[in-house]
């Protein structure tokens, strides 16, 4: 089959370097203004499960290596490789929802916001990732650093079958039942899945009724103290409160008072997933208990929320239409430690937009736990980490050696890397980082197996850049 008979035989849409449209259409794969410099041969933008099977024979047949695009959101912009083609699956966003048996099964296209929509007018909920327009696909094979992580875990465990088109171009269904190892994999195994992920069928929850936030501001002078104190309540919180120590720019109201920290300032957010008020309001007057608590700059308390509003809020912090770095770890060290050792960087970001995150345990478990029947290694007490945010390419160098100053630091904190919100092309070796030697081992293993000839690029980084 040639490009032409391909264009013929899809629904969807084929782009190649000589179409005039090309650089727009790559630009648009990735959501991160900064984009990056490499090209695929073709793009092809599938219209259903047919159209992948058509498009994985061709790359298969004309020796073209495949990536997958989802949302593009991955921030070092991986749906975009060297040569080959891009399989872009953003017409793929429908979903059945099964309000009777807490099931839903999804196209891999649709964002964290309009699930939690979709779900919601059936009364269930899904542990969605933070930013409203990340889309499931490539945040759910990354495991999924969810809300409410302590009390659901990963997104990924509730995950109960993924439906795949494989490098031989033929459908099938990855489960705990069918094709076991595959369904490992795809769990956690983010930017280096080798088959085409075309549908997930999900196990939901009942919809929280009472989401309720409380949110206190403080100075960076008493840093230690606090994150001391609020990470010693979260282990006696119970698991549906989502606990968060924020580095970041101070609210206008405050500035004033920070200025002898260049206007930054710590903020815990806590966020009770609760079914009752009474629930919200008991666990989330835990935070109450302490000394430290009463040196608060501002606080907010029990502010009734929802997923619509948590979007509204996480995608104020992460706007679209900017520069960003990231990393994001998890860790086992003190969150103390951590905090103060990134003080004094946040004091010195070069823009106002950057920020720090770190979520802490609750419910008397570490907030990410080891779990053998998934390819996610994540486990430990604390995840987070580093986000630079700037608008102009003209201040990319300050950004970028601050980024790299703050990553440097984190490194000697990290247990694992996340795989989905981690630089892999500014450094492969935290391809590795993000799995156990055991599990990493076993994945490459599943690879060879389902994917022989390499048809799928797999993890980008080393001199693939
Ligand atoms: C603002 C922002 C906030 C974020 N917040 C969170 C968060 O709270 N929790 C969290 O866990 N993550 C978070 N992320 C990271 C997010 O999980 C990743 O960026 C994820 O890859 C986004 O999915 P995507 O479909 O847009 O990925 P894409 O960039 O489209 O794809 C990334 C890679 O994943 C693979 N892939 C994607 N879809 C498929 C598929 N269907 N089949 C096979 N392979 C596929 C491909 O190899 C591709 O190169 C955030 C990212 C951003 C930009």
């Given at each position: 089959m040639n490009l032409d008979q391909l264009r013929r035989s899809i629904?969807?849409?084929?782009?190649?370097?000589?179409?005039?449209?090309?650089?727009?259409?790559?630009?648009?794969?990735?959501?991160?203004?900064?984009?990056?410099?490499?090209?695929?041969?073709?793009?092809?933008?599938?219209?259903d499960d047919d159209?992948?099977?058509?498009?994985?024979?061709?790359?298969?047949?004309?020796?073209?290596?495949?990536?997958?695009?989802?949302?593009?959101?991955?921030?070092?912009g991986l749906a975009v490789r060297n040569g080959g083609m891009i399989i872009d699956l953003a017409n793929l966003n429908e979903s059945t929802i099964d309000k009777t048996n807490r099931t839903a099964v999804i196209q891999p296209v649709i964002s964290n916001r309009e699930l939690a929509r979709r779900l919601?007018?059936?009364?269930?909920?899904?542990?969605?990732?933070?930013?409203?327009?990340?889309?499931?696909?490539?945040y759910l094979l990354n495991g999924g650093m969810s809300w409410n992580l302590s009390e659901w875990g990963p997104a990924c465990l509730s995950v109960e079958a993924i439906e795949f088109v494989t490098a031989d171009g033929k459908k099938l269904k990855a489960s705990a039942t069918e094709h076991p190892e595959l369904f490992w994999a795809a769990r956690g195994c983010g930017p280096?899945?080798?088959?085409?992920?075309?549908?997930?069928?999900?196990?939901?929850?009942?919809?929280?009724?009472?989401?309720?936030?409380?949110?206190?501001?403080?100075?960076?002078?008493?840093?230690?103290?606090?994150?001391?104190?609020?990470?010693?309540?979260?282990?006696?919180?119970?698991?549906?409160?989502?606990?968060?120590?924020?580095?970041?720019?101070?609210?206008?109201e405050l500035s004033a008072q920070c200025k002898k920290s260049n206007g930054k300032v710590c903020m815990v957010s806590a966020v009770a997933f609760a079914y009752t008020k009474e629930e919200a309001e008991a666990t989330l007057a835990m935070l109450e208990s302490g000394t430290a608590v009463k040196k608060c700059l501002a606080k907010m308390l029990n502010e009734p929320s929802s997923f619509e509003k948590l979007s509204d809020v996480a995608g104020s912090a992460w706007p679209e239409g900017h520069r960003n770095l990231c990393e994001n770890q998890c860790s086992k060290a003190k969150p103390s430690d951590i905090l103060m050792a990134l003080r004094?960087?946040?004091?010195?970001a070069p823009s106002e937009k950057s920020v720090m995150v770190f979520c802490q345990s609750t419910g008397q478990h570490n907030l990410l736990e080891p779990y053998d029947d998934i390819a996610l290694s994540m486990d430990a007490q604390s995840y987070g980490g580093s986000w630079a945010i700037w608008e102009k390419a003209e201040e990319d160098a300050a950004n970028i050696k601050w980024q790299n100053e703050v990553a440097f630091i984190i490194k000697s904190f990290t247990s694992t890397h996340y795989i989905g919100e981690t630089d892999i092309v500014e450094d492969n070796t935290r391809v590795q980082g993000s799995y156990t030697p055991e599990k990493w081992k076993k994945l490459?293993?599943?690879?060879?197996?389902?994917?022989?000839e390499g048809l799928f690029f797999g993890y980008l980084g080393g001199t693939d850049k």
């Open positions: 629904k969807g849409r084929v782009v190649t370097k000589v179409d005039h449209e090309f650089e727009s259409v790559k630009a648009a794969m990735v959501w991160n203004e900064i984009k990056p410099d490499r090209s695929p041969e073709v793009i092809v933008t599938v219209k159209d992948v099977i058509v498009a994985v024979n061709f790359a298969r047949e004309n020796g073209l290596k495949i990536v997958v695009h989802g949302g593009g959101h991955t921030w070092c919601s007018e059936h009364d269930l909920a899904f542990p969605i990732g933070h930013c409203p327009t990340v889309k499931a696909s490539g280096g899945m080798f088959a085409v992920a075309t549908r997930f069928h999900l196990k939901c929850f009942p919809l929280p009724k009472t989401i309720m936030t409380s949110t206190y501001f403080y100075s960076l002078d008493d840093l230690r103290e606090v994150v001391d104190e609020v990470t010693a309540l979260g282990w006696k919180m119970p698991s549906i409160i989502e606990l968060s120590i924020f580095l970041m720019k101070a609210p206008p004094n960087k946040i004091i010195d490459e293993k599943i690879r060879a197996k389902y994917d022989p």
